[in-house]
């Protein structure tokens, strides 16, 4: 079965257990990889036809599959580069004596691909990204572009390695038709420009904020306009300062699904690098998570530091200490350490999960959490 195959039967069954919301999402990324503007055209249409029928399941999930047979007969040509797309060795960015110091730090990623960035305020995450995005100039170390469009000038740099900043810039008129502007110095068609808009639209869930202005719009919106705005271009490198900042949990993982989804894009993949503090979210779409302290860099494929081979968890309970030392004690508890609110518990290599488990399960602790974070960046945090 080919990627576009096993695809397209990821919707069906999407569609099949009624995860509607997930699988509309998805058939749109089958339908983005056909790159076929009759596609587009059905999608669009269903997209309006649905706002306008919101309690239609079945004409949905009919309609639906009835787009994903028309897609199934589009041969898609995957993208098959594997070498990355942009390769950092051993950057070092100071921003003078005795000011801060990033690196040395060595980064290499492939499109399609997502890096987290992550670590508490000051210590180096936009630093890095304006690095990337070659905003900043390098003190040391070599930083290498492989991208597969033919860059002559800044402006073609520009459009394929793209940073979104924090804060965006105010833009004036319609959203759609500050989308359609960015098509426009394309030389396509009006007609190609407005079914590609409106494509992007529907994908980043804007659908129903396409007339609005810029004030009109909240921040996690205004966040979605502008990865809408980059998308239509194209790029092959996203770098994406804090996109979570703002949103509420639910919207955030959400943002990271389709993230994740458009970047994972079969013939037009993006090699996706995203700052964030919202740790468990990131990790869980990243195929690496960086860790910056102090300007220096771990990420979570070495098992470099000290507590690499360590069970490590955290547990927030109502009870007191003692109570849950003593009974974590015969699991070869070496440490607890308690930051207010959550106790973090290292125990040593022998010492599996699912005892720790086992024996809170049996005891008189009141767990109101849990969690298993000794692969996870989190263990930086605490430690
Ligand atoms: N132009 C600059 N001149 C001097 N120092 C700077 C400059 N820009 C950033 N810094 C310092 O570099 C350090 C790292 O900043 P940076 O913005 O990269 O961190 P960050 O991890 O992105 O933080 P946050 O999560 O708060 O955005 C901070 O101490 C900051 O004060």
């Known amino acids: 079965m080919t990627k576009s195959e096993q695809r397209i039967k990821d919707v069906h069954n999407f569609l099949e257990n009624n995860d509607l919301v997930l699988g509309y999402r998805k058939l749109m990324d089958c339908a983005m990889d056909t790159q076929n503007m009759t596609i587009y055209k059905a999608v669009i249409e269903l997209t309006d036809w649905k706002e306008k029928h919101p309690d239609d399941n079945k004409g949905l999930i009919s309609r639906s599959k009835s787009i ?13 580069n594997d070498s990355s797309v942009v390769v950092g060795k051993n950057l070092i960015k100071s921003y003078g004596k005795n000011r801060f110091a990033l690196g040395p730090v060595s980064i290499g990623i492939k499109k399609g691909q997502v890096y987290g960035l992550v670590g508490e305020n000051g210590n180096g995450k936009t630093t890095l990204l304006r690095l990337l995005a070659k905003e900043l100039r390098l003190n040391q170390g070599t930083l290498d572009y492989n991208l597969d469009s033919e860059i002559n000038n800044e402006y073609d740099l520009r459009t394929r390695l793209v940073y979104i900043p924090q804060r965006t810039k105010k833009w004036y008129g319609s959203l759609k038709d500050n989308l359609k502007f960015v098509l426009s110095n394309y030389g396509i068609s009006p007609e190609e420009n407005e079914t590609r808009v409106l494509m992007m639209i529907a994908r980043l869930g ?7 202005k810029w004030r009109e719009l909240s921040s996690g919106y205004k966040m979605r306009f502008e990865l809408a705005r980059t998308l239509l271009r194209q790029p092959e490198i996203l770098l994406l300062d804090e996109p979570l900042a703002n949103l509420d949990v639910l919207a955030q993982q959400v943002i990271l699904e ?5 970047c994972n894009s ?24 960086i860790f910056l302290k102090n300007g220096k860099y771990t990420d ?31 699991l070869n508890l070496e440490k607890l350490v308690f930051n207010g609110g959550i106790y973090i518990a290292y125990f040593n290599s022998e010492t599996t999960f699912a005892s720790v488990l086992e024996v809170l399960g049996k005891s008189n602790i009141e767990v109101v959490y849990t969690r298993n974070i000794s692969k996870s960046t989190r263990r930086f945090f605490v430690s």
């Open 300 to 330: 979570n494929s070495e098992n470099t530091d000290e507590t690499s081979n360590s069970l490590i968890i955290e547990i927030e309970t109502n009870s007191e200490r003692d109570a849950l030392k003593t009974s974590l004690a015969h």
């Open 258 to 262: 389709d993230l994740k989804s458009i």
């Open 266 to 289: 079969l013939n037009n993949p993006i090699a996706l690098i995203l700052s964030s503090q919202q740790l468990y979210e990131v990790e869980k779409v990243s195929d690496k998570v």
């Open 206 to 212: 804007l659908w129903n904020y396409k007339h609005l």
């Open 68 to 80: 994903l047979e028309q897609i199934s007969k589009f041969p898609i040509d995957e993208y098959a």
